[in-house]
């Protein structure tokens, strides 16, 4: 079946930095995603790989390894407006997303 | 950027009543668009893919006679969700794809979620 795992909630502090690890199995891969989610909102968009390596974007990175089904994403210089729920989501051979749960992030002064 | 507008925001009704969400795509033509609930503390879960002109396609364990879709244009998408029961309440997102846009081939604009609760 296909299944993403990720972990439920973390907790770090102001200024540091934070991996948020995802692990996935999908029919067929065509790229992992992560979507920030703030509380009562709607999800936007961080980052896509379909190829294996780092990419990144000011702040925020992400890594790919599609050899074992994993992924990071990596929030530096944390601010207390990254508090947020962090969704990873891999694409199928469908084109179709698949969800994790979502990791909560809890961000602390 | 591309934006998605989904209304209403918030939505209180009795129960066994009907409700429509609008799903608007406001600078690009959405030949589909994608249905979601979210629970609380929960991921998103696709309910079904709104097809422009042609029927919804429905995940598995969704009621299609309860769960009614219709995306008449390239640009509006309708969720109804009928004679709906406090277990119906949660939070409606859709999204979809900007095909012109030139970006990540998943990147999915969502719309800014529907909030309904009923009693």
């Known amino acids: 079946g296909q299944n993403i795992d990720q972990p439920t909630e973390m907790t770090a502090t102001e200024g540091a930095i934070v991996q948020i690890n995802c692990t996935y199995q999908?029919?067929?891969?065509?790229?992992l995603f992560w979507y920030q989610q703030h509380a009562g909102e709607a999800p936007t968009f961080l980052s896509y790989?379909?190829l294996d390596g780092l990419e990144e974007k000011g702040r925020f990175s992400s890594f790919l390894s599609r050899s074992k089904g994993y992924s990071y994403l990596l929030l530096k210089e944390l601010q207390m407006k990254d508090s947020a729920s962090y969704l990873c989501?891999?694409?199928?051979?469908?084109?179709?997303?698949?969800w994790g749960a979502g990791t909560k992030l809890i961000i602390k002064p | 950027g591309a934006v998605v507008s989904q209304h209403p925001s918030w939505v209180i009704c009795k129960s066994g009543t009907s409700v429509k969400i609008e799903c608007r795509s406001l600078?690009?033509?959405?030949?589909?668009m994608f249905w979601y609930r979210q629970f609380p503390k929960q991921s998103l879960m696709l309910m079904a893919t709104?097809?422009?002109?042609?029927?919804?396609?429905?995940e598995q364990g969704v009621e299609k006679d309860k769960f009614l879709i219709n995306h008449a244009s390239l640009t509006l998408s309708t969720l109804t969700v009928t004679s709906a029961h406090p277990e119906d309440s949660s939070f409606y997102i859709c999204?979809?794809?900007?095909?012109?846009?030139?970006?990540?081939?998943?990147?999915?604009?969502f719309g800014e979620g529907s909030r309904l609760t009923v009693l």
């Open positions: 999204s979809a794809r900007d095909p012109t846009s030139g970006r990540d081939v998943g990147e999915l604009f």
């Open positions: 600078d690009f033509q959405a030949t589909t």
């Open positions: 709104s097809n422009e002109g042609s029927k919804a396609t429905y």
């Open positions: 999908t029919s067929g891969f065509n790229g």
């Open positions: 790989n379909v």
């Open positions: 989501a891999g694409m199928d051979s469908n084109y179709q997303l698949i």
